[in-house]
Nanobody, 124 residues
Framework: QVQLVESGGGLVQAGGSLRLSCAAS????????MGWFRQAPGKEREFVAA????????YYADSVKGRFTSSRDNAKNTVSLQMNSLKPEDTAVYYC?????????????????WGQGTQVTVSS
């Protein structure tokens, strides 16, 4: 079992930055790849970024590539998403998720555990 709790969301102006964190419980955190997803009102949950269990490989959606960076600290059971150059279209609830898959998938249903989400609002 892995329990995930996101934090760091908030309101920011376009062009600004936010750093999301996801704290995980459980001694097996380092064996899970981690993903970030977001869901805007009326839209499906979409893949944002993912990081392998070791942190050596990261993956990004085209819409955030070059602006968002994912990292993890297995000693602290945390994963982070640094979001720069934010745009109004980045507004959504952001979720972290854990998967036992070797290569992090992009489809939400392939993740095993989810956090409760944190709201990110980017004003124009």
């Amino acid at each position: 079992q892995v329990q995930l709790v996101e934090s760091g969301g908030g309101l920011v102006q376009a062009g600004g930055s936010l750093r999301l964190s996801c704290a995980a419980s459980g001694r097996t955190f380092s064996s899970y790849a981690m993903g970030w997803f977001r869901q805007a009102p009326g839209k499906e949950r979409e893949f944002v970024a993912a990081i392998s269990w070791s942190g050596s490989n990261t993956y990004y959606a085209d819409s955030v590539k070059g602006r968002f960076t994912s990292s993890r600290d297995n000693a602290k059971n945390t994963v982070s998403l640094q979001m720069n150059s934010l745009k109004p279209e980045d507004t959504a609830v952001y979720y972290c998720a854990a998967t036992a898959a070797l290569r992090p998938p992009v489809r939400p249903h392939e993740y095993d555990y989810w956090g409760q989400g944190t709201q990110v609002t980017v004003s124009s």
